[in-house]
Nanobody
Framework: QVQLVESGGGLVQAGGSLRLSCAAS????????MGWFRQAPGKEREFVAT????????FYADSVKGRFTISRDKAKNTVYLQMNTLKPQDTAVYYC???????????????????WGQGTQVIVSS
């Protein structure tokens, strides 16, 4: 089992920046990819970014490309989401996720992931 704990959420003005962290613990050895998703009230959970654990290959949703950066620190078992030029539409609860299955495609669906954190709130004001 893998436990994921997000941190770093908060309130920020439009145009500002925020960095989210996701610390993984437990049996993390089989992790293939980690991702960030977000969910606004009344909306479906939305893919944000993903990174392969070993090679560090990244992929982003079009809505955040050029503004967000996903990265990981293997030694700390931690994945980060650096969010720049934030917009009000970025307001959501952000979840990190870990997947153990190999894929030749970037994993952009919630069902691609086995483990989930409890989420951290991000509010972007205008």
């Amino acid at each position: 089992q893998v436990q994921l704990v997000e941190s770093g959420g908060g309130l920020v003005q439009a145009g500002g920046s925020l960095r989210l962290s996701c610390a993984a613990s437990g049996r993390t050895f089989s992790t293939y990819a980690m991702g960030w998703f977000r969910q606004a009230p009344g909306k479906e959970r939305e893919f944000v970014a993903t990174i392969t654990w070993n090679e560090g290959s990244t992929f982003y949703a079009d809505s955040v490309k050029g503004r967000f950066t996903i990265s990981r620190d293997k030694a700390k078992n931690t994945v980060y989401l650096q969010m720049n030029t934030l917009k009000p539409q970025d307001t959501a609860v952000y979840y990190c996720a870990a997947g153990t299955s190999y894929s030749r495609y970037f994993q952009t669906k919630a069902y691609d992931y086995n483990y989930w954190g409890q989420g951290t709130q991000v509010i972007v004001s205008s």
